[in-house]
Nanobody
Framework: QVQLLESGGGSVQAGGSLRLTCVGS????????MGWFRQAPGKEREFVAA????????YYADSVKGRFTISRENGKNMVALQMNSLKFEDTAVYYC????????????????WGQGTQVTVSS
């Protein structure tokens, strides 16, 4: 059974930092595109960042460029999201995703999804 497990969410004041991690199990993820999406209450799920299987290509939503960094450690089946200079509007449930099925990296068309981890930024 393939699973993605996120961790690292929590509450932080604006300007602070958090690091989210996602560990996959049940198969090898090293060849798969992996990404992070988020969903705030009452809003649609939106793209945050994605990274290619080898880690050489990274993609970011305009809203997080320069503040968030996506990385991966294939030997650990892990992808991470370092979030700096957090803003109130970054508050959301963050989801890890793996194995893009098609379309742009920003489209939520991934085969595997984690359960999500809450990030709350207070102003």
């Amino acid at each position: 059974q393939v699973q993605l497990l996120e961790s690292g969410g929590g509450s932080v004041q604006a300007g602070g930092s958090l690091r989210l991690t996602c560990v996959g199990s049940g198969r090898t993820f090293s060849t798969l595109v992996m990404g992070w999406f988020r969903q705030a209450p009452g809003k649609e799920r939106e793209f945050v960042a994605a990274i290619s299987g080898g880690g050489g290509n990274r993609y970011y939503a305009d809203s997080v460029k320069g503040r968030f960094t996506i990385s991966r450690e294939n030997g650990k089946n892990m992808v991470a999201l370092q979030m700096n200079s957090l803003k109130f509007e970054d508050t959301a449930v963050y989801y890890c995703a793996a194995d893009r099925l098609g379309g742009p990296y920003s489209s939520p068309t991934y085969r595997y999804w984690g359960q999500g981890t809450q990030v709350t930024v207070s102003s």
